[in-house]
């Protein structure tokens, strides 16, 4: 019996050991928050900025069939001499897989996540202190003084998906997944220099997702 069994062991070690360990992912993703009260206020939003997430995931496989690693999906909404918004949505990543053929993968992904929103402004003005410093220096030219202020907050949240992945060769592969995320949001827990204030009402509760990407393995 053990002598049968040895080779299977070797023949499986050496499967294992030979497929790719670190795989980078590099894509985008639709999803469907409700940003109305924040849209409303920020104005000249666009399907980019409400749904479009870009994405970047790093895993590293564990097991035979197990990969961990780190996600990090972003959306911006950008108003020339204005507000800049930016959300981050991060989440350590456990995703389980099989293979259908050699090039066919299946997975299911699960993660806890830790996300954030900030919303910015430059501000640009006259600063008689400075101008009377730089004056004393010999400098007579007339400049304007930058600073940037900011509020945000940040809120505990999962996620989860299935997909499949077709992969062109072994280090280079096509990912595509569909799956919710819930956000556990508070409005009232926002910061604005270094004060507690009230933000905007969003529901990022059980959020569809769909992701796309290319996938780098190594």
């Known amino acids: ?13 050496a499967a294992v050991s030979g497929q790719p360990k670190l795989h980078v992912q590099l894509g ?8 109305t009260a924040l849209n409303t206020a920020l104005g000249d939003s666009s399907f980019f900025s409400n749904n479009v997430l870009l994405n970047f995931t790093a895993t590293y496989q564990v097991y035979y069939n197990t990969r961990i690693g780190f ?20 989440a350590l990543i456990v995703e389980t897989f ?19 929103c900030k919303i910015s402004m430059d501000i640009e003005n006259e600063n008689e202190d400075w101008s009377n410093l730089l004056s ?37 592969g096509l990912d595509l997944r569909i799956g919710f995320t819930n956000n556990f949001y508070d409005k009232t827990k926002w910061k604005y220099g ?13 959020m569809p997702l769909f992701r796309f990407g290319v996938v780098f393995a190594k």
């Open 98 to 116: 099989f293979f259908q053929r050699n090039s066919i993968e299946f997975n299911f992904l699960l993660a806890p996540m830790w996300n954030s």
């Open 194 to 206: 270094g004060e507690t204030i009230t933000g905007p009402a969003l529901k990022l509760d059980a």
């Open 1 to 13: 019996m053990n002598q049968k069994l040895f080779p299977l062991i070797l023949v499986f070690v």
């Open 136 to 172: 004393s220096f010999g400098d007579s030219a007339s400049y304007s003084f930058k600073s940037n202020t900011a509020m945000s907050t940040s809120w505990f949240g999962f996620t989860s998906s299935i997909g499949i992945r077709y992969y062109l060769k072994s280090s280079l």
């Open 71 to 90: 996600g990090n999906w972003n959306s911006f909404h950008s108003i020339e001499d204005s507000f800049n918004r930016r959300f981050i949505y991060r």
């Open 28 to 35: 985008g993703g639709y999803y469907q928050p409700t940003l």
